[in-house]
């Protein structure tokens, strides 16, 4: 289901803000999303988020994949890392993005 954003000239469709859009944003902006399990508990690092580096480049490709899809977060809102789940990080991308 897809909404219109308020106050935009254009009135894009944009999807609704769940945690199932959030987890998928984290899942498919990790270097092998395919490694994922369908469990919320599964350590990004299993999905190849293994250093900060790759930490950085999800935090980047989580804020271009929001972005093309008409929202907006700070990529110092958004949690990923070794160590970090993917319920962890969906959950800072629900509570940030905007």
Request: charged share 20%; with cysteine; aromatic share 4%.
């Amino acid at each position: 289901m897809a909404t219109k954003r308020k106050g935009a000239s254009n009135q894009v469709d944009r999807p609704l803000l769940t945690p199932q859009f959030c987890q998928d944003v984290v899942v498919r902006n990790t270097p092998d999303k395919n490694a994922f399990n369908d469990k919320q508990g599964q350590d990004l690092s299993e999905l190849g988020v293994v250093d900060t580096d790759q930490a950085g480049q999800h935090k980047s490709n989580i804020q271009n994949d929001l972005h093309e899809n008409q929202y907006a977060i700070k990529q110092s809102d958004i949690k990923t890392g070794p160590g970090v789940t993917v319920h962890q990080c969906a959950t800072s991308v629900l509570g940030h993005a905007h």
